[in-house]
């Protein structure tokens, strides 16, 4: 059974941090690009940051230097650091992991609410 489970999400104030953990199973981690998406009231989803499975790390212009995406292959687990957090930042975040391709696959977490306010 494919799970992707994303706790860590919360009420935060601007300049704050918060890490966002996604533990995944049911299929192969290392395997999969993992990646962080985010959507919020009234707009579309949006990419926020990916990593593949080398290790190679991709960013969204609005959150280049503050955030950072990163994986542990041995825990099966995706991790998101934001730092320096935004009232804009206010939004659900989202774990996705992808693998392209013949055998591929497209999977998603339930989503984590994020909250930046004071």
């Known amino acids: 059974q494919v799970q992707l489970v994303e706790p860590g999400g919360g009420l935060v104030q601007p300049g704050g941090s918060l890490r966002l953990s996604c533990a995944v199973s049911?299929?192969?981690?290392?395997?999969?690009?993992m990646s962080w998406y985010r959507q919020a009231p009234g707009k579309e989803r949006e990419l926020v940051a990916s990593?593949?499975?080398?290790?190679?790390?991709n960013y969204a212009d609005a959150v280049k230097d503050r955030f950072t995406i990163s994986r542990d292959n041995a825990k099966n687990t995706v991790y998101l650091q934001m730092n320096s957090l935004k009232p804009e930042d206010t939004a659900v975040y989202y774990c996705?992991?992808?693998?392209?391709?013949?055998?591929?696959?497209?999977?998603w977490g339930q989503g984590t609410q994020v909250t930046v306010s004071s």
């Open positions: 049911g299929f192969s981690f290392s395997s999969s690009t």
């Open positions: 990593i593949t499975r080398a290790g190679s790390t």
């Open positions: 996705n992991a992808n693998r392209p391709g013949y055998l591929g696959y497209d999977y």
